[in-house]
């Protein structure tokens, strides 16, 4: 096996295929890439059994072949390399030889027939949807995702997909995260029926995002019962799919709404982290007293107390409320909105938050119990 | 005690007084900073018994007095305000308030007696330095202090006086760095001797470093027998000295050196860099074989081997040798040159780095015995 290709292009590739190797496997092969080369392409693949990356590059192939290399030691290499063209060379004996520049290194590789094979996904069912849109959907929902695997469903994203809208959920029993999107962009192939939910891993949502780049315009998903599939231009991302029926969510979301303020985000997120300073416990509880014309923002720890006026619009009831903190302000940063509602039915049941004048993202947060 | 300052200053103040504060300490009180209100200013303070920072700025002051406030909380408070006019004030109680923008906080305050009294050192002999001149002089000389408390003296920086020049130098028993600065600018005050030799702890010197900024012109450095005071514009930094003499490091510079080679500095760093990825050992070992023309870096290790082919210039004697690539490292990313001699006696005594056309920096590194 033999082949040429730029160090740059090499990189990029080794970046994004690196994102799937486990560096805690038990099973030491998967530690590599495996190598492909054939025609005019070299295929580079990194799995951990659950999630597989596949990157393709053109390269100038003088020799087809297959080896796996340590994912470690070729990323620091390539990556420390100057900017030039790589030539790349591999024996019978899998000893690889990489030039670059005045560099000249000779690194052991394994035989490929050790890497586990690659599941081709039956191309079937798919939908279309634009890169940047699917990145920011899946930002604004993952944060929610269960971390414990007490109820392991939780732990993924539902990807309800109907006709021309696909909507993302993700809860985590005490906050819930809610994007839709509608557009004639968004395209079903080969199925006969018109909706779908799918849940996809919380992991596999984390690599996807850090390897959608910023100029790749549409993602291709296939997906069959129990795997998915995202294409991109250069990059193929493979996973499993989660077993079994998501929370129906829609049965949980408060409506009827006794108390809603309109508040600048940046001015309640600016509060809620100063009270944060001094909120207690491990609930990191804060609290919101809601006047006529303001909201009152206040914490009290061991250091001391604080307390915060920002102006509001109110309509209907006055209200006491307690939250954690840190779940406010996981949600407010990723508001892309100036203003925001904040919707309440009492102090018991959850607080929706949604921007003004977007109804595609909406959070859901339970309050905590107040002491007094 | 009452005041209210720009919330900027104040952030800036209290950034770099910080610094003062170790969270380590069996004296509660030395966790807080202390802040005086006189007349037009603020001062505020912090030690950890062996370094103490001052720093003033000015205020509108209402009312006159002292106390002590947490160093964390007070910083995070203020680094997250808005930008506008902080209200500081506090009861006789040591309660504080602190309002700034729609924001209000009451804190506990200690009192301000329980805090170590500030040592005031005697302003005789002095020394004058430009600011940029003193950091570099620092950084490139500081990496160098031994780390282990062995011989306490060689975890400092000498700093050599004479006259108009200053000499710094720090080495660890395996590497030495050398700076010198000669100008008529150091001008010596109160002092009938003309040269003085005092050795400033490695910490002092890298909490100096971080709090001096990018404008300021000038640093007073005031000296006695066993503390030294750093003066700029609004802060001062005094520590204590370490005591004892330092090693006569003349005595160990090589001389009469056999092998000389003149080298691009960034190609070095690169060969160097790429050739550590493969270095054996907790010594990071890597060869250096000198022919005619060229300088083969090598290093091999379980992983692997490679080498790298450089092209210098040649003065005296062939050569093998090995090194340390972390310590080469350290001191060629420290240059600023884009040429650098390396000179050799032989493969057992000491390299000597200097940048080419700069004799005011000198970089000394041990080789490492070569197996074979």
Redesign the interface.
């Known amino acids: 096996m033999k082949f040429s290709c730029d160090k740059n292009s090499l990189l990029t590739a080794v970046n994004k295929v690196i994102k799937g190797v486990t560096p805690r496997t038990t099973l030491p092969i998967l530690q590599g890439i495996l190598i492909k080369a054939y025609e005019n392409n070299i295929k580079m693949y990194s799995t951990d059994l659950e999630i597989g990356i596949e990157c393709t590059l053109e390269a100038n192939i003088e020799s087809w072949g297959n080896i796996v290399v340590?994912a470690k030691?070729f990323s620091?290499?390539i990556r420390?390399?100057?900017e030039d063209i790589v030539y790349f060379e591999s024996d019978d004996n899998n000893i690889?030889n990489i030039k670059c520049?005045?560099?000249?290194?000779?690194?052991?590789g394994s035989n490929s027939e050790e890497f586990p094979e690659i599941t081709e996904i039956i191309k079937e069912k798919s939908l279309v949807i634009k890169a940047n849109i699917l990145k920011d959907m899946l930002r604004k929902t993952s944060f929610c995702t269960a971390q414990e695997q007490t109820r392991p469903i939780l732990t993924g994203i539902l990807f309800e997909i109907n006709k021309n809208q696909i909507n993302m959920v993700a809860l985590d029993g005490y906050r819930m995260a809610l994007t839709k999107y509608f557009s004639e962009d968004i395209v079903l192939n080969n199925t006969e029926k018109n909706d779908f939910n799918i849940v996809i891993p919380g992991t596999t949502v984390d690599e996807l995002t850090k390897i959608i780049d910023d100029d790749e315009k549409y993602i291709n998903i296939f997906f069959t019962n129990n795997q998915v599939l995202f294409e991109m231009d250069n990059t193929k991302l493979i996973s499993r799919l989660l077993e079994g029926n998501y929370m129906n969510y829609n049965a949980v979301l408060p409506k009827d709404f006794k108390t809603i303020v309109k508040v600048n985000k940046q001015m309640l997120i600016?509060?809620i982290?100063?009270a944060s300073?001094?909120a207690s416990g491990k609930n990191n509880l804060i609290k919101f007293t809601i006047n006529d014309n303001e909201l009152i923002i206040s914490s009290n720890s061991d250091?001391?107390?604080?307390?915060?006026?920002?102006q509001i619009e109110l309509e209907g009831m006055l209200l006491e409320i307690a939250f954690n903190s840190r779940y406010l302000l996981e949600a407010l940063k990723l508001i892309d909105e100036e203003e925001i509602n904040l919707c309440f039915i009492n102090n018991i049941n959850p607080m929706i938050i949604t921007p003004v004048g977007n109804d595609n993202y909406l959070y859901m947060i339970l309050p905590v119990k107040l002491n007094n």
């Open positions: 340590s030691v620091e290499l420390k390399f100057p690889i520049g005045a560099s000249n290194f000779t690194i052991s600016g509060g982290e100063r300073l001094l250091i001391g107390k604080m307390f915060e006026k920002l």
